[in-house]
């Protein structure tokens, strides 16, 4: 076990119903494959995240249906949570922001930030709906932007030119939620001085090393018009401020976008609390060579890399006017914001009210689970926005998985098992036997290396480049001409599979339910490939219940590397572990895309 230790916080998806493939092409997979990934070196990681539950859209989904808020986020807590436990991403901890853990420690880095004098009062416009009379948050305001002219600026930012924005700044404003133009009245609230952060962030910014240059630049940009933020909000939904005259107004609370970046360090408390040990999360939050990687999509960099990293700092007491730490202590900042750009559909924006779309759920219900990650894992948005297609889906599927790296495993222990039973014992190696293991054996380096530096789509080629000499030395060799020749037969089927047992090691964190698979046909017993498991829990503080994904992620601790194969391990006639998928289903899917628009 290695002493490093990473934090994975991981994007908190919003419970406003399931999540489609393009969300977890952004936050899930790539952050799976990382916290797997790093598992396997030995590292101790704490992969992070939850539901995020307040805020308007769950208040207007509520009225819509007549019910109350809770009871629309807990329906989709569940729904996302069946989601993400089955794609396979391995949360530590999987939590939601409406619990009595979150509330607090949302609070307490609000006094930090007061009692250092980095949040302050101010009487200011906000939006609300005539009709309503209901806050219309930032988000769900559109107008023209005054600074660039896009028409589709949002209320905060201009995702065009990427400035930051007030709702009142917006020329012609007009309401996401019904059309109608918003009034402006006067409210008091607390504000985030972002601008008394510019030397900090940007020196901080200007110590990030590694960093995609889509996600460094843009931050850096948002330092040149820094405003202040507001922290707070009119709506009855969220986390209390924690100010006499403020805690028992129904009308006024913490801001979603505040309280939901704060939900890694309650997450992670949370973690901490259930495992016994109080004080756990310390390692992750406070070591000095601990790191801590966000994943997110691109949407969300300006909160990840700006207002959260402000957040810490000015509770830190290192912000530009100083301060001293809060009751907690001082807390570490992102090493890397670790941000995709998008995935379309069949050349089209991902729109649930459009029903362009298509929801995890639904995906799974008719493809394997591993299939998706490796699309995501090769093909994915990574440093720039990618299509998905059901085209190129089957090809990948169908040539890479089946016909490349599942052919590859199916034939060799097939092989193995009809001539020997078991793991051949092999006889003198050969120069062409020598030149594969040292093929699969020494791409641990440059694999572990691309994956250490978020590279993923660059990591999965270099995996299926070796499997692709994998199954060439196979070919070559041809055992099954080798019947007169026992001791070569052997020779060759212990070395391809050796080279599968690393080829299966090497794509274990992009395919953890197809390793295990792998794992179990090379005669392996016991847990390859950790997976996820959903709890029952109670709150910790007010007893009541929800569910939270968890599990014991140490099954696939510090196997990074090449691990002898031992000869005379029992082998079984396998089943395939990849399915091939009919042409037609592109058809199928494309009228099926067409019907629901």
């Given at each position: 076990m290695s002493d490093r230790h990473i934090l994975t916080a991981v994007a908190w998806p919003y419970a406003n119903g399931?999540?489609?493939?393009?969300?977890?092409?952004?936050?899930?997979?790539?952050?799976?494959?990382?916290?797997?990934?790093?598992?396997?070196?030995?590292d101790r990681v704490l992969m992070v995240s939850g539901t995020d539950e307040h805020g308007t859209p769950i208040t207007v989904a509520a009225?819509?249906?007549?019910?109350?808020?809770?009871?629309?986020?807990?329906?989709n807590n569940r729904v996302i949570i069946g989601d993400l436990q089955s794609l396979g991403l391995s949360y530590d901890l999987f939590t939601r922001t409406t619990t009595g853990n979150h509330a607090a420690i949302?609070?307490?880095?609000?006094?930090?930030?007061?009692?250092?004098?980095y949040v302050f009062p101010r009487t200011t416009l906000g939006a609300i709906s005539p009709s309503t009379g209901r806050t219309l948050p930032d988000r769900y305001i559109e107008g023209t932007c005054p600074i660039c002219g896009y028409d589709g600026a949002r209320g905060d930012q201009c995702d065009n030119c990427g400035n930051q924005l007030d709702p009142v700044d917006l020329i012609n404003p007009r309401s996401r939620i019904n059309g109608e133009t918003p009034k402006f009245v006067e409210e008091e609230h607390y504000f985030l001085d972002l601008p008394a952060f510019t030397r900090s962030l940007g020196d901080w910014l200007d110590s990030r090393k590694g960093w995609r240059p889509n996600v460094l630049n843009f931050a850096k940009n948002l330092l040149t018009d820094l405003k202040p933020r507001s922290y707070t909000r009119d709506i009855d939904w969220g986390v209390p401020v924690p100010l006499e005259g403020w805690r028992d107004r129904p009308d006024k609370r913490i801001y979603v976008w505040f309280d939901a970046v704060v939900g890694y360090l309650s997450a992670s408390i949370e973690w901490a609390r259930r495992s016994g040990d109080d004080d756990a999360w310390r390692q992750w939050w406070q070591t000095p060579d601990a790191s801590a990687y966000y994943f997110m999509g691109k949407d969300n960099i300006v909160f990840?890399?700006?207002i959260w990293p402000a957040q810490l700092l000015g509770y830190n007491g290192e912000g530009d006017k100083g301060g001293t730490p809060g009751s907690l202590g001082r807390l570490n900042l992102p090493t890397e914001v670790v941000s995709s750009e998008f995935l379309t559909m069949e050349g089209r924006k991902f729109s649930s009210s459009r029903q362009v779309v298509i929801y995890v759920r639904d995906f799974l219900a008719r493809y394997d689970a591993d299939a998706l990650r490796y699309f995501i894992a090769a093909a994915g948005p990574e440093s720039q926005d990618t299509d998905f297609t059901w085209a190129e889906f089957l090809r990948r599927n169908n040539d890479e998985l089946v016909a490349g790296w599942g052919n590859l495993v199916n034939r060799t222990v097939s092989m193995a098992a009809k001539n020997v039973g078991a793991v051949p014992t092999p006889g003198e190696l050969t120069d062409a036997d020598r030149a594969l293991l040292d093929a699969t054996s020494g791409a641990f380096g440059p694999?572990?290396?691309?994956?250490?530096?978020?590279?993923?789509?660059?990591?999965?080629?270099?995996?299926?480049?070796?499997?692709?000499?994998?199954?060439?030395?196979?070919?070559?060799?041809?055992?099954?001409?080798?019947?007169?020749?026992?001791?070569?037969?052997?020779?060759?089927?212990?070395?391809a599979l050796q080279a599968v047992s690393d080829c299966n090691a090497l794509l274990t964190p992009f395919l953890p339910h197809s390793a295990q698979k792998v794992h179990e046909l090379l005669g392996g017993t016991g847990v390859w490939s950790p997976a996820p498991r959903i709890e029952e829990v109670t709150d910790l503080d007010d007893g009541s219940p929800y569910p939270i994904i968890t599990g014991d992620h140490s099954g696939g601790q510090a196997v990074w590397a090449s691990r002898p194969l031992p000869s005379g391990t029992p082998l079984s006639p396998p089943t395939p572990v990849f399915k091939k998928l009919d042409e037609s289903i592109v058809e199928e899917e494309l009228r099926r895309l067409e019907g629901e628009e």
């Open positions: 399931p999540r489609h493939i393009g969300h977890v092409s952004g936050f899930g997979v790539p952050s799976d494959v990382f916290s797997r990934y790093h598992r396997m070196v030995g009225d819509a249906e007549g019910v109350s808020p809770r009871e629309i986020a807990d329906r949302s609070q307490e880095i609000f006094l930090g930030l007061l009692k250092n004098g990840h890399a700006e694999v572990g290396e691309l994956l250490s530096r978020n590279r993923q789509k660059a990591a999965a080629a270099e995996a299926m480049r070796v499997v692709g000499e994998a199954n060439k030395y196979l070919s070559d060799q041809a055992p099954w001409k080798l019947k007169e020749d026992p001791a070569r037969r052997d020779t060759v089927l212990h070395t």
